[in-house]
């Protein structure tokens, strides 16, 4: 079976850092398609940061440059590396993991404030 | 970036309505394009990916259609449960990008 489990969001100041992760079992995270997509308060889904099966990145315009997605082949782990938070940063991250021929799967959401 | 456009933002209608949302592309997707439905407080739900495929242990009352730019989810025959908002995604470049959502309410 296919799971997702995001971890590491919490209460952040303005500027601080946070490292999410999303420990994935039933598949392989390194021949996956994986992304992180955020849901601020009240506000639609925003795709944050994708990694692909081969490595190549690619970042929303909002983060680029402050936010990294990596991940771990031996824990089968994605993370999400979040430098100079800001307010507008507030939100549920969820990890997801891309499939064109078997569909969508997606962690349950780890929230992440960003207040002084 | 590619842009989708959902149509229309919400929508009310009666159990056991036939209830269509519409997804539009700013450029050609072929069929990489994905639909979820998403409760309050709760993570999004796969109902369709590659533009018509119904995912696992989702009802099939649930259907999906399209190609290229113009794209559509029905919902067949509306049920209380199916109160929710439903996203369309799609996923032929980087970065992916969703629609604004379409609230359903049920009557």
């Known amino acids: 079976e296919v799971q997702l489990v995001e971890s590491g969001g919490g209460l952040i100041q303005p500027g601080g850092s946070l490292r999410l992760s999303c420990a994935a079992s039933?598949?392989?995270?390194?021949?996956?398609?994986m992304s992180w997509v955020r849901q601020a308060p009240g506000k639609g889904l925003e795709g944050v940061s994708f990694?692909?099966?081969?490595?190549?990145?690619s970042y929303a315009d909002s983060v680029r440059g402050r936010f990294t997605i990596s991940r771990d082949n031996s824990k089968n782990t994605l993370y999400l590396q979040m430098n100079s938070l800001r307010a507008d940063d507030t939100a549920l991250y969820f990890c997801?993991?891309?499939?064109?021929?078997?569909?969508?799967?997606w962690g349950q959401g780890t929230l992440v404030t960003v207040s002084s | 970036d590619i842009q989708m456009t959902q149509s229309p933002s919400s929508l009310s209608a009666s159990v056991g309505d036939r209830v269509t949302i519409t997804c539009r592309a700013s450029?050609?997707?072929?069929?990489?394009l994905a639909w979820f439905q998403q409760k309050p407080g709760k993570a999004p739900k796969s109902l369709i990916y590659?533009?018509?495929s119904l995912q696992g242990g989702v009802p099939s009352k649930f259907s999906g259609s399209g190609s290229g730019t113009e794209f559509t989810l029905t919902i067949s025959s509306l049920q209380p449960e199916d109160s929710a908002t439903y996203y369309c995604?799609?996923?032929?470049?980087?970065?992916?990008?969703f629609g604004q959502g379409t609230k359903v309410e049920i009557k």
């Open positions: 590659a533009a018509s």
């Open positions: 039933g598949f392989t995270v390194s021949n996956n398609y």
């Open positions: 997801a993991r891309e499939s064109h021929y078997s569909g969508w799967n």
């Open positions: 990694i692909s099966g081969g490595g190549d990145t």
């Open positions: 450029q050609g997707i072929s069929d990489h």
């Open positions: 995604q799609h996923y032929a470049s980087s970065p992916r990008t």
